[in-house]
């Protein structure tokens, strides 16, 4: 038999996420969208996502995001990737440009037009 009330022993069980962990859990894993291919050919296989915490790096299982078409040679790649040991989250924004080579050019997403701020 079940006990009736279960309150104080279902509460242990559920660890207190942050809006950001909310948000990450429900993206879709970098991995799943790779690779991805630019018009001309290139392929933009992933990078190596080191946690800001412990420089370890992150699972690619534990990375997530996305990747936005911005024209035919450039997205941009927005990703957060979590850290088991260290219960956090580490953002990556960068701009893939896909000329002779591929090149990735980290920005900052908090000063792009249109996510607030600069109106
Ligand atoms: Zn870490």
Same mark, same amino acid.
């Given at each position: 038999?079940?006990? =009736?009330?279960? &309150?104080?022993?279902?509460? =242990?069980?559920? *660890? =207190?996420?942050?809006?950001?962990?909310?948000?990450? &859990?429900?993206?879709?894993?970098?991995?799943?969208? +790779?690779?991805?291919?630019? @018009?001309?050919?290139?392929?933009?296989?992933?990078?190596?996502?080191?946690?800001?915490?412990?420089?370890?790096?992150? =699972?690619?299982?534990? +990375?997530?995001?996305?990747?936005?078409? *911005?024209?035919?040679?450039?997205? *941009? +790649? *927005?990703?957060?990737?979590?850290?088991?040991?260290?219960?956090?989250?580490?953002?990556?924004?960068?701009?893939?440009?896909?000329?002779? @080579?591929?090149?990735? @050019?980290?920005?900052?997403?908090?000063?792009?037009?249109?996510?607030?701020?600069?109106?």
């Amino acid at each position: 038999m079940q006990k =009736e009330n279960c &309150s104080d022993k279902c509460a =242990e069980r559920y *660890v =207190e996420i942050s809006p950001q962990q909310a948000e990450w &859990s429900q993206s879709h894993t970098l991995g799943s969208q +790779l690779p991805y291919v630019f @018009e001309n050919g290139l392929q933009f296989n992933g990078f190596n996502a080191k946690c800001s915490g412990c420089m370890n790096q992150v =699972e690619s299982a534990n +990375l997530r995001g996305s990747l936005t078409h *911005v024209s035919d040679n450039r997205c *941009v +790649l *927005v990703a957060k990737g979590y850290c088991q040991p260290c219960n956090g989250i580490t953002s990556y924004s960068f701009i893939l440009t896909a000329g002779d @080579e591929l090149k990735a @050019e980290i920005f900052d997403a908090d000063i792009m037009p249109g996510s607030g701020g600069l109106n």
